[in-house]
């Protein structure tokens, strides 16, 4: 089992930044794979982010590369990502989530956070 516990988010405008953190317990953290997803309101949960064991290989989704950067502390048992550049568009609630393997994907992760709110003005 997987805790996982987000923080970070909040109300920004837009061209702003802010930085999400994720805090893991229960497993070894540094075996896994970690993801960021969000989910704005009346749409889909969305991949936004993946990062490997070792943080040495990153994913992103088309709509935020170049301004989103995902990172790992295994020491810290934690996993961030930092946002800039923010636009209206990416107001969502930001999950991270745990995928039991050394592979990345977009879609298959095991345990998700409760969520962090994030909210861009234009």
């Known amino acids: 089992q997987v805790q996982l516990a987000e923080s970070g988010g909040g109300l920004v405008q837009a061209g702003g930044s802010l930085r999400l953190s994720c805090l893991a317990s229960?497993?070894?953290?540094?075996?896994?794979?970690m993801g960021w997803f969000r989910q704005a309101p009346g749409k889909e949960r969305e991949f936004v982010a993946a990062?490997?064991?070792?943080?040495?290989?990153?994913n992103y989704a088309d709509s935020v590369k170049g301004r989103f950067t995902i990172s790992r502390d295994n020491a810290k048992n934690t996993v961030y990502l930092q946002m800039n550049s923010l636009k209206p568009e990416d107001t969502a609630v930001y999950y991270c989530?745990?995928?039991?393997?050394?592979?990345?994907?977009?879609?298959?992760?095991?345990?998700w956070g409760q969520g962090t709110q994030v909210t861009v003005s234009s």
């Open positions: 989530a745990v995928r039991m393997s050394i592979l990345l994907s977009t879609t298959m992760y095991d345990y």
């Open positions: 229960g497993r070894t953290f540094r075996n896994y794979v």
């Open positions: 990062i490997n064991l070792n943080g040495g290989i990153t």
